[in-house]
Nanobody, 112 residues
Framework: QVQLKESGGGLVQAGGSLRLSCAAS????????MGWYRQVSGKQQRELVA??????TTVISDSVKGRFTISRNNAKVYLQMNSLKPEDTAVYYC???????WGQGTQVTVSS
């Protein structure tokens, strides 16, 4: 079973930057794509932020396009977040396309 471990969340002022990291372990040869989702407090659904495949094909949400960049290095995936806005405040989850493949989540809080 693949396990994911995230790091890099925190508190930042609007306009600032953060970089999230996620490292996969165990069964990583099964992974085709990895990505980031976020869940805003009080909402049940997690929304896609960005995904990247083994061939480096990326999908970026319109809400973060031009501000966030996703990259990958073998079994690690990164989310560079620039020009952060208060509406980016959420718990960010790392994900891979193997069954039940989620990280524990890392809080990102952007103050105005």
């Amino acid at each position: 079973q693949v396990q994911l471990k995230e790091s890099g969340g925190g508190l930042v002022q609007a306009g600032g930057s953060l970089r999230l990291s996620c490292a996969a372990s165990g069964g990583t040869w099964l992974i085709n794509s990895m990505g980031w989702y976020r869940q805003v407090s009080g909402k049940q659904q997690r929304e896609l932020v960005a995904r990247i495949s083994n061939s480096d094909t990326t999908v970026i949400s319109d809400s973060v396009k031009g501000r966030f960049t996703i990259s990958r290095n073998n079994a690690k995936v990164y989310l560079q977040m620039n020009s952060l806005k208060p509406e980016d405040t959420a718990v960010y989850y790392c994900n891979c396309d193997v069954a039940a493949c989620w990280g524990q989540g890392t809080q990102v809080t952007v103050s105005s």
